[in-house]
């Protein structure tokens, strides 16, 4: 098993910044890729950046030149960077790793940009 704790949200002005914190804890010897997923009200949940091992990270198109995902293994801890925040950014946020194939959650971190 691994758990998943989140931390970082809140509430930002378009065009500010916010910085995401997942911590894994538990199995994380077998944790491969992590990352961030979230879920707007009505709409289902999409990714958004996914870091593997060794670095490689893959990014939403919606995102990509204004997110940034990192990952410090010695922390068993990603980072999600989020810089120029959109409404449209607005969501819960939930951190995702997959250990032996099996996909664990956090649960969720709400994000609101709103002026």
Do not use: H
């Not at 879920?39 to 030149?65: E, F, L, T």
């Not at 410090?72 to 449209?88: H, S």
């Amino acid at each position: 098993q691994v758990q998943l704790a989140e931390s970082g949200g809140g509430l930002v002005q378009p065009g500010g910044s916010l910085r995401l914190s997942c911590e894994a804890s538990g199995n994380i010897f077998r944790i491969d890729n992590m990352g961030w997923s979230r879920q707007a009200p009505g709409n289902q949940r999409r990714v958004v950046a996914v870091i593997a091992r060794d670095g490689r990270v893959v990014y939403d198109d919606s995102v990509k030149g204004r997110f940034t995902l990192s990952r410090d293994n010695a922390k068993n801890t990603v980072y999600l960077e989020m810089n120029d925040l959109e409404t449209e950014d607005t969501a819960v946020y939930y951190c995702n790793a997959i250990a032996a194939q099996t996909i664990f959650w956090g649960q969720g971190t709400q994000v609101t940009v709103s002026s």
